[in-house]
């Protein structure tokens, strides 16, 4: 099939696939950065159908992935799923537990939620809470993967990044969850049997590196940088190309 009959990109992620004010503009996103280079090479116009929002949890992007499928029957040239961050961080309360909280009064609320903050380590080293349990992330990531499949040409699947030393210390647990939540998202991948589904190793490229920061915002030790965004960028556009 010509590229010229591939009328659309689709998105579906988390923060970590959005810009950053002042880390990441808008066009130093890697699907940006994708978009432009393929219309420029391809002589095209693509749009790009983006669904990626904060705090974005595989079972909030698998119903957009669902929908689009069935309102939009004309096939992508690719889609990039990228999100589990959000599902596998352990919180010091379950989901229920946390709307709960939010229901307080805003005074109570507030000496809960800095109770909470300051002891957070010490309660996640006794027990913690994951906002998607692994069995259900396992079932809705590769279902969404299949799914995305039928409707674009390729796929692209990016994993978790490796938590820096200072997050593991203020998220106890972080490190065994990433690495979890990554398998299952490898899992899918490997399950579809099919050259144009890709995993995107962000987690290996990043463990690799010299410097962690070079890829991960060290304010907060989870978002990425520019440099993250250019690594993906390549690394989908260079798949593409073969």
């Known amino acids: 099939m010509e590229l010229t009959s591939w009328p659309y990109i689709g998105l579906y992620g988390d923060s970590l696939a ?10 130093q996103r890697y699907i940006q950065q ?16 983006d669904r990626s929002e904060p ?42 537990m946390r709307k709960r909280i939010s229901r307080l009064p805003p005074w109570l609320m507030k000496r809960v939620t800095a109770f ?21 992330f396992s079932r809705k990531y590769a279902e969404s993967v299949q799914v995305l499949r ?13 938590a820096p030393p200072s997050y593991e210390a203020k998220c106890p647990g972080i490190g065994r969850q990433i690495t979890a939540y990554n398998a299952a998202i490898e899992a899918a991948v490997t399950q579809q049997q099919d050259q144009e589904v890709h995993l995107v190793d962000l987690h290996r490229q990043i463990s690799s590196s ?11 030790d989870h978002h990425i940088t520019p440099k993250a965004h250019d690594w993906i960028a390549s690394t989908i556009l260079s798949q593409i190309r073969r």
Request: glycine share 2%; charged share 25%; aromatic share 8%.
């Open 18 to 27: 959005m810009p950053r004010p002042g880390v990441v503009t808008t066009q």
């Open 55 to 96: 705090s974005a949890t595989i079972t909030m992007e698998a119903p957009h992935i669902v929908r689009n499928d069935a309102y939009f029957q004309d096939q992508g040239v690719l889609a990039v799923l990228h999100c589990g961050v959000v599902d596998c961080a352990p919180r010091p309360v379950s989901p229920k």
């Open 150 to 162: 039928k409707s674009h040409q390729q796929v692209f699947c990016i994993n978790i990044c490796p």
């Open 210 to 220: 010299a410097d962690i920061y070079d890829y991960i915002v060290r304010d907060d």
């Open 34 to 49: 994708v978009r432009a280079a393929l219309m420029k090479e391809r002589d095209i116009f693509l749009d790009l159908r």
């Open 116 to 136: 909470l903050h300051r002891n957070r380590a010490r309660i996640l080293r006794r027990r913690f809470y994951v906002t998607t349990e692994f069995p259900e």
